[in-house]
């Protein structure tokens, strides 16, 4: 199922809830690259945290979003010895 052309992504959405819950979701799942993307009651300490839908620990979140970030594999030098057709 991959993306065609023309197709757009699904928007992010933020939820506030009657008692103060704030929720981001991304395709109808809890989704938040940036923070938390649930906070029970609008309270920080509770904050849980979830990518595409799966629940993360704080370490596991800052581990994936650290991973996405920086350049990519066949830019860095120490990954381009498993590039077939990377020639010195």
């Not at 939820?15 to 799942?29: E, F, N, P, Q």
């Not at 989704?31 to 300490?45: F, R, V």
């Not at 581990?63 to 920086?70: S, T, V, Y």
């Amino acid at each position: 199922m991959g993306i065609e052309t023309g197709q757009t992504f699904p928007k992010s959405r933020k939820l506030i809830k009657a008692d103060g819950t704030i929720a981001y979701t991304w395709d109808d799942k809890l989704h938040n690259w940036d923070g938390p993307a649930l906070i029970p009651e609008g309270n920080e300490k509770k904050a849980e945290y979830y990518l595409y839908g799966m629940q993360k620990t704080p370490d596991e979140w800052k581990e994936m979003r650290r991973q996405r970030e920086g350049i990519p594999f066949y830019k860095n030098q120490s990954m381009k010895n498993q590039l077939s057709d990377y020639r010195n």
